[in-house]
């Protein structure tokens, strides 16, 4: 049990990642027990709150949510149901507002003022975050994997094609067409699943890729274009037109391959 | 064709669910009707009739389930919005108008209040320009945006799998919670594709929803201080921005994967929770020194039934989101009804706590049921 309970403070300390703002939310919240007079508001701003915040911790409650939930994980999102933002932001303003009715509208303003302050210096810019990057098109795509798409997509009326890309990309693939269907997805790449995958695991070599063992595995298996990783990154054992690629165009440095000897297997299996 | 196709945004994410929104405002206070409230309202009716629909389609129809889900969910929101227009003339002949358009009383507020709102209305912008302007890597899109495209391709559900295109049996573990579903029909009914509605549109949606909710706790909260509302807004959105302090909280998921379930769960749903507890259980006047008094005039009036169906309805739309919150609302439901039964010494509030749960109730059972 206390091994539960010290896994629940882990998973708060990350929820609230080192900074104050948790504090923050807490000073409102002692605030809040002081100044607040209306029952029902000390009933959902105070002890709602504060007794899910005891039921995170509590082991009992951990086991049955795993239980149900069948995930540890996720545990963090009980978190959620403190309204830790209304919380912080009334106590902040009620505050504020006394003060501006007994101390003068300065105090009232540098209340506030300062409350602002200490939550912009408190949390963390969410557009600063690594996750965040420039969109490039109305699909918030990499443009390169939209035009390496573009290249292999079967047109209207035609079949689904098997595809392979590397790992960086395969993310990204089938959010623009399902159409493409790859050898391997964003399952066999997160490396905390741990999931292995043959094909993957060729085309996830630190430094050479075996093109042919990579299409003996790509032609059993019906794949028609393989996407190679960016030039800069991976080199090949051999020159992939040596086994009859044919190479359709380079797209930021992703070299596009069609295989012939793979669709004229489909041809002959499938007619 | 781009105009057809934003008058078609316009028709289906704003001009439908404002209709039925109307459904319910004649049973709810006089003074909390309001454009923001019919809409919040609206997104709560409008998904929980797409779960109705689409459960049973995924369950029981075999091949192309996502045409039979189209078109039963058209026909469901044709009348639904017929009964909100219908509902809306009603109560407007009857001199008890469905919404109120609330005056602009930029004359009544002081420079401070007048500076607060523009402050609060460009961090507004702020996110609404980031949103669109920034993409935001998740790994998770890589099922969940593909998924709704997925359906809008292929016209069957939760029978492919998301990230390679293998086909499978029924995805039981996602084939509840079904936005991505909703997802795919609006993308099918304005021609939009799926994932520009779900990374560049539909920001534009929960992001505003969201603060609506925000705005009308705020509104609730400061009642007796309306000019101290704008600095309220102003905070909440602060919080909203510099709430990225792990990938974990709901602020982060808010603005960096805003079209996810999840997302939609954490920053609208469990608000809209938190704020019908206010309204329904705070709604009584009530003196500085916490004495009670008779209920206010609209509640005696049964005025607040329609507060209640709401929950019932944000319960309903947790499940269309993410099974895990239909849980997790349950448990906020039920603490907020222990502690507002000891502070009214009224054992009939969790009574009312438990009906209100019953859909999370149903929704369990057929998850497990599914799961065995």
Redesign the interface.
């Known amino acids: 049990m206390y091994g539960i309970f010290m896994e629940s403070v882990v998973i708060f300390k990350n929820y609230m990642g080192g900074r104050y703002l948790a504090v923050l939310f807490l000073l409102a919240l002692v605030y809040l027990l002081v100044a607040e007079k209306n029952r029902k508001r000390r009933a959902l701003f105070l002890y709602m709150p504060l007794s899910l915040l005891l039921l995170f911790f509590f082991p009992i409650f951990r086991k049955v949510f795993v239980r149900l939930m069948g995930d540890g994980d996720t545990y963090y999102r009980v978190l959620w149901l403190i309204p830790m933002g209304i919380i912080t932001a009334y106590g902040a303003i009620k505050l504020a507002g006394q003060l501006y009715e007994k101390k003068g509208a300065w105090a009232g303003r540098m209340a506030f003022a300062a409350a602002a302050v200490l939550v912009i210096a408190g949390g963390k810019y969410v557009y600063g975050s690594q996750y965040m990057s420039k969109a490039e098109n109305m699909y918030h795509l990499p443009q390169h994997v939209i035009d390496i798409c573009d290249l292999i997509a079967p047109k209207e009326g035609e079949p689904r094609v098997w595809a392979v890309f590397p790992t960086d990309l395969v993310y990204f693939v089938r959010q623009y067409d399902t159409n493409i269907q790859l050898l391997y997805g964003r399952e066999m790449v997160e490396p905390k699943w741990q999931y292995a995958e043959p094909v993957h695991t060729i085309m996830n070599h630190p430094t050479t890729i075996d093109i042919e063992e990579l299409l003996k595995l790509t032609r059993e298996r019906y794949c028609t274009y393989i996407v190679l990783p960016n030039v800069k990154d991976k080199g090949v054992s051999e020159a992939p037109e040596n086994f009859g690629l044919e190479l359709i165009d380079t797209v930021s440095g992703y070299p596009v391959y069609y295989d012939p000897v793979a669709a004229a297997i489909i041809e002959e299996t499938f007619g | 064709m781009i105009i057809l196709r934003i008058l078609g945004l316009i028709l289906w994410l704003c001009a439908v669910p404002f209709c039925i929104g109307l459904i319910p405002m004649p049973w709810i206070p006089k003074e909390k009707r309001n454009i923001g409230v019919v809409l919040v309202a609206g997104y709560l009716i409008m998904l929980s009739l797409c779960w109705l629909v689409t459960v049973p389609c995924i369950l029981l129809v075999k091949y192309d389930s996502f045409l039979a889900m189209a078109r039963l969910f058209t026909i469901v929101l044709g009348v639904a919005v017929a009964l909100g227009i219908g509902v809306y003339v009603r109560s407007y002949k009857k001199g008890n108008p469905a919404v109120r358009i609330p005056a602009l009383r930029l004359g009544a507020m002081g420079w ?1 209040e007048r500076v607060g709102w523009l402050i609060f209305f460009a961090l507004i912008f702020w996110q609404l320009y ?1 949103s ?8 998770d ?3 969940y ?2 998924q709704s ?2 359906t809008w ?2 016209n069957t559900m939760y029978l ?7 086909t499978t049996s029924l995805d039981i573990r996602h084939s509840l919670a079904i936005l991505p579903v909703w997802v795919a029909y609006i993308g099918r009914m304005s021609g939009v ?1 799926t ?2 509605l779900n ?2 549109v539909l920001p534009f949606v929960w992001i505003p929803l969201t603060y609506i909710v ?1 705005y009308e ?2 509104r609730h ?2 009642k007796d ?1 309306k000019e ?1 509302l704008p ?2 807004m ?3 959105a ?9 990938i ?5 998921f808010f ?2 994967r805003t079209w996810q379930g ?1 997302a939609v ?2 920053s609208f749903v ?2 809209v929770t ?1 704020w019908l ?2 309204w329904i ?2 709604g ?1 006047e ?1 003196g ?3 004495n009670r008094k008779r209920p206010g005039k609209s509640m005696q009036s049964g005025q607040g039934a329609g507060l209640w169906v709401l929950l019932v309805l944000a319960n309903m739309a947790a499940g269309v989101c993410t ?3 239909v ?2 609302n349950v ?2 439901i039920g ?2 009804a ?3 039964m ?3 010494r009224k054992f009939s509030i969790l009574v009312k706590a438990g009906l209100v749960c019953i859909p999370n109730g149903i929704y ?1 059972i057929l998850y497990l049921f599914l799961h065995a």
Do not use: R
Not at chain 2, 238 to 246: A, E, T
Not at chain 2, 248 to 252: G, K
């Open positions: 401070e980031k669109f302007t920034l993409a935001s890597f998740d790994g899109d890589a099922e945006v593909a495209l997925i391709q292929s492919i799998k998301p990230y390679t295109g293998g594709h994932t520009i990374h560049s925000f706790i705020g909260l400061q201080k101290h600095f309220f102003i905070i909440m602060l919080l909203q921005i510099f709430g990225n302090v792990s974990f909280t709901n602020e982060t603005l960096t999840k769960a954490a469990i608000p938190i507890l206010l259980f705070d009584k009530e500085e020194n916490g099974s895990m919150v849980f997790l448990v906020l603490a907020a222990f502690w507002l000891i502070a009214e369990m």
